[in-house]
């Protein structure tokens, strides 16, 4: 008996502390607000890869896949407009930037939050880059005109504003959640 009354005493204490979150951030968590995936493409419309962005303990992980791209490092960034309009994706913004800071983790005054490192491509045109963003919240970041990743035709010196020197844009996708 001891035993049954220690697990409904538990059992309680879950239903009671269950009962703490409020219904509003219940219903977010379910309608999937803290995880977004996003499909790259290029200039042409064809699919180049994937990220995913989600919160992880308060913080913001993306995980960024490429196919089909040169050999090379390629800048990744976040963009504070979730629109790839092609053939130059300029429809994405500039990066995302909560903090009004300079670019580069390598610049005195940066970096701003949605600075990823670059993605390295191998020869059979694969690439794969995880990181966490440093700044900023899920909910700053899927604010009301959404956002976006772009990969960059070259390398990010991590230094130079506002997109350390890494070229054009050669692709982007738009983040949506679940």
Same mark, same amino acid.
């Given at each position: 008996?001891?035993?049954?009354?220690?697990?409904?005493?538990?059992?309680?204490?879950?239903?009671?502390?269950?009962?703490?979150?409020?219904?509003?951030?219940?219903?977010?968590?379910?309608?999937? /607000?803290?995880?977004?995936?996003?499909?790259?493409?290029?200039?042409?419309?064809?699919?180049?890869?994937?990220?995913?962005?989600?919160?992880?303990?308060?913080?913001?992980?993306?995980?960024?896949?490429?196919?089909?791209?040169?050999?090379?490092? /390629?800048?990744?960034?976040?963009?504070?407009?979730?629109?790839?309009?092609?053939?130059?994706?300029?429809?994405?913004?500039?990066?995302?930037?909560?903090?009004?800071?300079?670019?580069?983790?390598?610049?005195?005054?940066?970096? /701003?939050?949605?600075?990823?490192?670059?993605?390295?491509?191998?020869?059979?045109?694969?690439?794969?880059?995880?990181?966490?963003?440093?700044?900023?919240?899920?909910?700053?970041?899927?604010?009301?005109?959404?956002?976006?990743?772009?990969?960059?035709?070259?390398?990010?010196?991590?230094?130079?504003?506002?997109?350390?020197?890494?070229?054009?844009?050669?692709?982007?996708?738009?983040?949506?959640?679940?």
């Amino acid at each position: 008996m001891k035993a049954w009354g220690f697990a409904a005493g538990v059992a309680g204490a879950a239903l009671l502390l269950g009962g703490c979150a409020t219904k509003a951030r219940n219903d977010r968590y379910m309608a999937g /607000h803290f995880r977004a995936q996003a499909e790259l493409h290029d200039a042409t419309g064809k699919v180049v890869g994937t990220a995913v962005a989600e919160q992880v303990e308060g913080t913001i992980r993306v995980l960024v896949d490429v196919t089909g791209l040169t050999p090379g490092p /390629h800048g990744v960034h976040v963009h504070t407009v979730g629109t790839c309009t092609p053939p130059d994706f300029a429809s994405a913004g500039g990066h995302w930037n909560p903090g009004a800071t300079k670019h580069g983790k390598e610049n005195p005054m940066g970096p /701003h939050a949605g600075d990823l490192p670059n993605v390295k491509v191998d020869e059979k045109g694969h690439g794969h880059v995880t990181f966490t963003l440093s700044g900023g919240t899920f909910d700053q970041l899927m604010d009301q005109d959404g956002a976006a990743l772009v990969v960059h035709a070259g390398e990010d010196d991590y230094k130079t504003d506002p997109a350390g020197n890494s070229g054009g844009r050669i692709a982007c996708g738009v983040f949506q959640t679940a």
